[in-house]
């Protein structure tokens, strides 16, 4: 079934039905504001008449495929921040574009439930040698056989140069030129679908990239110096002026899941939005995705928040649908399993070190470890707030991200640094646990390729952007010798982003491949048994015995699945073994009436009512 999208925007060039274009742009800091042209037919310079409120506008032939930017005040010439298209980087002028040209072959696709959330985090650009979207098409086999059900693209707005994270980008509505047009974006998202996968789009609305913004020339009132950021100045979400802002940024979330079909949005670093408005610019971006798209398919907002906030992620009275985020990255079952498997207690990972196995257990069981309680890493500042009302399914529990690998000094995944037998124990604590599970690119197999922190910046900011990543590292004893952080590689390097690249190839080796059998494996006893279950699925409880923890959570249906898993150096003896039909195991005995869990032992069973 196909169909044709457009979300309709009050700003940057929307086609007219006449076959004119109208041009709109918010300078509430310019004078005058004209329009550079050029497309196959002229070249012209045409003034933007000045409107209410700072707005420009005007209305000229310019079709499909145009080039254009703005001049401000008869200086500087800058692009449309609500570009849909920016062929030649962030300094270069934006494109026309005509989103109904597409026409979309999976108009039936009503997306998927959340309970069978199986994410796939990847960076289009490292994902494939070939780092575009058609590339990443030729992937999706393999992925779709494993057990993913959605995949979590990094952010893909147009940043400076033509690698990067894609956290410093500056045109929010143009997918980055380097990965191929928007059309291409479209087929990735078309053919995710075709193979049953669900599209999550990383969006950042904390802050624009330091390189290629310049909306400060002509509407500053896009910022409010009264929040500060690790960026500078907040994005201006409840000061004077606030309500363009806001919309823009409204209408940016609509864009992507309505014009390109994405099934939802991660947002980035919420903790870092400034905003004292009710509803805050987080709650009103829900409230638009569900009152809009998410009306007629499965629309779901995921959070990065460290603050640990649960008022984002409430549900009905029955447990079953969000008020307005479907889940969180959950940082504590990560950082709890990572100190487990690694031994690592450096920066925040001091907060679980203590007793690593219960914070892992409160995390499993009821979502955050932290729920009030002060943080020694904070300064005895209380973290979290109460989460033992809500489902499992408000997690999203993983071992590894762009994060926890990329802000590694040498971007080192877990297999590279983690006891084998651990490893596998907590592999199979997040993706049999009810939480929904997230690997990162390349975990599936145990890639070898690091994933280093990468940029392009122009020469002067790239080499203050080295140093500061070296520096950042000097409190750690392991690099307080200038010669040591030499070591660490340059972000602006071409050969860092291409040693970040994932090798395919790994995946038909030994002992890849059956890394990859066993993830594939879980996650096939996940969607038979426990996806099923889960709509309806509350909060848990966890017990320590002899060294062992012991999770179980009520399932909906009455049903019960218990997890249990010995990460001691020391055999476990559980004498009350998890109720139920035994649904995986790995180092596990029976020993009498009890159970036995070797170092590394995982043992999985659903009691049935």
């Known amino acids: 079934m196909s169909g044709r999208y457009r979300h309709a925007m009050p700003f940057g060039a929307e ?160 997918p980055e030129a380097a990965y191929g047009p928007p059309e291409d974006f479209k087929r990735l998202v078309q053919a995710a679908h075709a193979h049953g996968l669900m599209v999550l789009l990383d969006v950042v609305y904390n802050h624009f990239g330091p390189e290629g913004n310049y909306l400060h020339l002509y509407a500053p009132q896009f910022f409010n110096p009264a929040h500060a950021t690790p960026w500078g100045a907040a994005i201006n979400f409840d000061g004077e002026a606030s309500r363009t802002v806001r919309e823009f940024f409204i209408h940016n979330a609509l864009y992507w899941v309505e014009e390109f079909r994405c099934d939802g949005l991660r947002l980035d670093a919420v903790h870092a939005i400034r905003d004292s408005s009710e509803p805050d610019i987080v709650a009103a971006i829900g409230r638009a995705l569900a009152c809009g798209p998410g009306r007629e398919r499965h629309v779901h907002l995921v959070l990065e928040n460290d603050r640990n906030q649960t008022h984002y992620l409430e549900r009905d009275a029955h447990l079953l649908r969000p008020r307005l985020a479907s889940a969180q990255w959950n940082d504590d079952v990560h950082h709890a399993l990572h100190v487990l498997v690694t031994g690592e207690s450096d920066g925040y990972y001091a907060d679980y070190a203590e007793a690593p196995l219960a914070r892992l257990g409160r995390a499993l069981a009821e979502g955050f470890a932290y729920q009030g309680e002060p943080s020694a890493f904070r300064g005895g500042a209380p973290r979290g707030s109460a989460s033992g009302h809500l489902p499992a399914t408000a997690f999203i529990a993983f071992l590894q991200t762009h994060d926890q690998v990329g802000n590694r000094a040498f971007g080192e995944r877990l297999a590279a640094i983690a006891a084998p037998a651990a490893l596998r124990a907590a592999e199979a604590c997040v993706l049999l646990a009810p939480q929904v599970p997230m690997l990162f690119m390349g975990e599936e197999y145990g890639a070898t390729t690091p994933f280093l922190f990468f940029c392009d910046f122009a020469p002067e900011l790239a080499a203050a952007v080295a140093h500061g990543r070296r520096q950042e590292f000097a409190r750690f004893a392991a690099f307080r010798d200038p010669a040591s952080r030499g070591r660490i590689p340059d972000p602006g390097d071409a050969a860092t982003f291409a040693a970040s690249r994932l090798r395919w190839d790994e995946r038909a080796q030994a002992p890849h491949r059956e890394h990859l059998q066993n993830i594939a494996a879980l996650l096939e006893l996940r969607r038979r048994h426990l ?79």
């Not at 800058?78 to 300094?91: F, K, L, M």
Request: aromatic residues 10%; glycine residues 12%; proline residues 9%.
């Open 15 to 174: 086609l007219q039905p006449g076959g004119a274009t109208r041009f709109r742009l918010w300078a509430p800091a310019a004078g005058r504001v004209a329009l550079l042209l050029a497309s196959s037919a002229t070249r012209a310079e045409l003034p933007l008449a000045p409107l209410a409120d700072g707005w420009h506008e005007c209305i000229a032939d310019a079709p499909a495929g145009s080039r254009y930017a703005f001049r401000i005040d008869g200086g500087m010439s800058v692009p449309d921040p609500a570009s849909r298209a920016n062929p030649e980087d962030v300094h270069a002028p934006s494109m026309v574009v005509d989103p109904l040209a597409f026409e979309w072959q999976d108009a039936d696709w009503k997306g998927r439930p959340w309970e069978e959330a199986v994410i796939y985090e990847l960076h289009v650009g490292a994902f494939t040698p070939q780092g575009t979207f058609d590339a990443a098409i030729g992937r999706l086999d393999e992925l779709a056989a494993l057990g993913v059900t959605a995949l979590e693209l990094m952010p893909v707005a147009e940043f400076p140069g033509r690698r990067n994270w894609g956290y410093d980008g500056v045109l929010p509505f143009a």
């Open 531 to 609: 996806v099923p279950r889960l709509a309806g699925t509350g909060s848990g409880r966890f017990v320590i015995v002899d060294g062992a923890l012991h999770v179980e959570w009520m399932l909906g249906g009455g049903a019960r699945w218990h997890l249990a898993a010995n990460f001691s150096p020391a055999a476990a003896l559980l004498p009350q073994p998890p109720r139920g039909t035994r649904i995986y195991g790995r180092g596990d005995a029976a020993h009498g009436a009890a159970l036995e869990l070797e170092p590394g032992g995982v043992y999985a069973s659903l009691e049935l009512p």
